[in-house]
């Protein structure tokens, strides 16, 4: 006799994209309980920077970075005209990512001599993920401009991989980095530029429809912010790496006039009659967010801001919670639920339609506690105001049990369809 329960029944349909979204929506709220639980160990005398290193990384490699490989892997097929070549690859790629995400916080958080393993891993990882995804944009007809983004956020992602690899390594030997700190300023950018906002930028030319619209009545905003901020990321990079930092105002106007560029792409915004849902919502949260990082980037270049770990800390907080996981969590209110409708009921005529699967309740808290969180946790470490700061970072953790508890829901039709009655 065979034993079969409802998860095994629906492991098939349980797709890497999917994959990817579960695991992105545990990471984020790793990283919401973990940033809470040491929030008095991010500032000041009390500050552990371990701690903080390791939390940040689950939001970058096991939220942001998870939820953009597998929305590539659904994106890249669909819209640039070849079927995803090494379909296996994204799919081993994830296990060692997060095996490799898990070693790297513990190594972190337990106070390992080396920390390199774990580093180690998320290479392979992506060794993995290039392994398909390059070819499949070799054999695409064309490039689009989205996947010219894509192409580009894949090739910094592997330069921010060998500068995170050679830091990791570096600070138990302390042999290779001339200037770790500049290496770090270059890693730093590589992802939240380089890699991340690239990679978003590039996917709301598909997936934010004012920015398409407004892009194929004038594509020159959108090709210079596209230069702008690849020159800026690799030019800024280079010199922390090679230079000695010399020119930081120079890379920070660059960049600056790259996000001007893309809001420029975005005038349509003001004329056009939006529907206010969670994604839209979202992501006009994370438009303003981009704003205010690039704000203080330059106030940071040009010294209007007195250049501490607080201030650090806040222009990188800003640019994660503020610019990148709004965005990204807009997009996933859209693609983790359409996700699971095509596995379970594209083929049915009973089922709902995939914005009925989720509760819009969660989708509105999870936008307003990240609204209001994000703002009072860089204005808590710019003032370095604990209460301001613990307040903020309650409310990101109300945002992430939300979004956790909204990416349950949308996976418990997997085994569990719902079909109305006929």
Known sequence: MSFTCPLTAAAPRFSPPLRHFALAAASFWAFAAALFAGRNALMGFGLDARWALGATHLLTLGFLSVTMLGAMSQMLPAHGGAALRRPWAPALGLWLLAAGLAVFVAELWLGARVYWRGPALAAAALACYLSSYVPTLLASPELPFTEKHFAAALAFLVSLAGVGVLLAVDRSRGALLPAPDHALIAHVHLALVGWVSLAIIGASYRLFHPVALSRGANRLPSQAAFALLAAGTAGLAADALLGGNRWPRVWALTLAAGYACYLTQLRSLAKAKLRLDPPMAFTLVGI?????????????????????????????????????????????????PFLVWRSVYAESVDGPSFDALGRPALAWTALATLALGWPLCVAGLLRECQPALTAGLSLVLACATAYALQSALWLSHLPWPRFSES
């Open 288 to 336: 303003l967010g981009g704003i205010v990082w690039a704000g203080l980037g330059l106030a940071l270049a040009f010294g209007l801001l007195e250049d501490r770990w607080e201030a650090r800390a806040a222009y990188g907080l800003c640019a994660l919670l503020g610019w990148a996981t709004p965005w990204v969590l807009g997009q996933a209110h859209k693609i983790f």
